[in-house]
């Protein structure tokens, strides 16, 4: 028996209430894809098995580097994260799993943190491990850097928590490790460019190394922050270098926040995908840099541009990504924001299910440009917001989440079980 967050009744009250305005929608749009020669059964059949992790990071209320303006009821723990992330699960129907931030997330009992995951319907995603702070206790400190570290002793330290963090996903059914460290240089000659990629690679090796068969290493660039002059793992380049050169298995990650401003993501995302190399996605958006901002909220359509691209991919072989979500909520209800935001990525998944890639071929062999570019308008101006509303009906969940959410009034619940902590109003970026 799956623990339920939400009364499933409430759930069933609400539906019932939106279903008949559903199926007039649903049916409609039914037609009008058939028109296409689109089953509407397949698309939504489609959109119900589309999964996005949730970051176990994104469910307490974030910040930036001035300051974080606490919500209420945060969870305090993993449990309680766990807790919300069920609640997500339960209404929006498309985030089946978590990923863990350690030792953020690091469980005195990993068998009872497994468990305790489980009976709330969830598994858990890629692990993360944390390089880029120090943590209480620790020996040597990542100020200056951790893999790439100038100093041997610091990237040992490094190697070892990362292999620690292999071992403990192990436990609980994780299928892959994500590498971010922050190292690189905020002055010019403070750093040696190649020796410190030469250490990075040494060192992700050995990580690599610990790696067990079913697992997949990957690889996560990032432009800037916090070094603003140089970073070891810049660009899609580095990170292909990177993963190339440490092993099969060792994959890059794109987040959609971590290039410059105007940078084509969805060519770098076809580019690493020809060469094997695309492990998986951090799903965001930005307005000027890493903003951490709810997917779809800025730019939906290369949000959708980078979904023709996954879709064009796995219709050629067999692709299966690592999908999470990376955001934070500085001024919105974390649940709700990942609830809407899940939501707009199946959204931009499920559009790019539509383009007619025959025809789309058909115009970029006839160099038909117009008519190229209008094939992919044609399917991003469609409103599937119809599949979206069915598929989460058909898998249990609710017509309309965040609607139910409110009503549920779960956080009002929170906010009496989970007294805000003294040091609430304090750290900076999730
Ligand atoms: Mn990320």
Request: aromatic letters at 0%.
């Given at each position: 028996m799956t623990v339920q967050q939400i009364n499933p009744e409430q759930i069933n009250d609400a539906n019932n209430k939106a279903l008949q305005a559903l199926e007039l929608d649903y049916q409609h749009l039914a037609l009008r894809l058939a028109r296409d020669n689109i089953d509407i059964e397949t698309i939504t059949a489609d959109a119900q098995q589309f999964a996005v992790a949730l970051p176990s990071w994104g469910l307490g209320t974030g910040g930036t580097r001035f300051a974080r303006f606490p919500g209420q009821g945060e969870p305090r723990n993993i449990f309680e994260k766990i807790d919300d992330c069920a609640v997500v699960q339960q209404l929006a129907r498309a985030t089946p799993s978590v990923s863990l931030h350690i030792p953020w997330d690091t469980p005195t009992d990993a068998s009872e943190l497994r468990e305790y995951n489980s009976a709330r319907g969830l598994s858990f995603d890629a692990m993360n491990s944390n390089t880029f702070q120090d943590q209480v206790g620790q020996q040597h400190s990542y100020k200056y850097g951790s893999l790439s570290h100038s100093q041997e002793a610091v990237r040992q330290q490094a190697i070892e928590h990362n292999i620690e963090v292999i071992k403990l996903g192990e436990q609980l059914g994780s299928k892959a490790l994500t590498v971010w460290v922050g190292d690189g240089s905020n002055f010019p000659g403070q750093q040696h460019f190649s020796n410190s990629f030469a250490h990075y690679l040494e060192s992700a090796g050995e990580v690599y190394a610990a790696l067990p068969d079913d697992w997949s290493m990957l690889l996560e660039h990032k432009m800037f922050e916090p070094a603003f002059y140089s970073t070891v793992i810049q660009d899609w380049g580095s990170n292909y270098l990177a993963a190339k050169e440490i092993g099969e298995r060792c994959k890059c990650l794109v987040d959609l926040g971590h290039h410059a401003p105007n940078v084509n993501i969805e060519m770098i995302v076809s580019r690493l995908a020809q060469f094997g190399k695309l492990g998986g996605f951090h799903f965001n958006d930005s307005k000027y840099g890493d903003d951490d901002l709810d997917s779809g909220s800025i730019n939906p359509y290369q949000l959708f541009l980078v979904f023709n691209e996954l879709v064009d991919l796995q219709q050629q072989a067999s692709f299966a990504p690592f999908y999470m979500l990376d955001q934070s909520?500085?001024?919105?209800?974390p649940i709700e924001s990942l609830m809407y935001s899940a939501a707009e990525v199946q959204r931009a998944y499920v559009k790019a299910l539509l383009v007619d890639r025959e025809a789309l071929t058909n115009y970029q062999t006839d160099n038909d440009v117009l008519m190229a570019q209008g094939s992919l308008k044609a399917a991003y101006n469609l409103d599937v917001e119809p599949i979206l509303q069915m598929a989460r009906l058909r898998s249990?969940?609710?017509?309309?989440p965040i609607g139910v959410y409110r009503q549920s009034g779960y956080r009002a619940q929170c906010a009496k079980s989970r007294p805000a902590s003294s040091n609430s109003s304090s750290s900076g970026i999730v």
């Open positions: 909520h500085n001024v919105t209800d249990g969940g609710a017509i309309n």
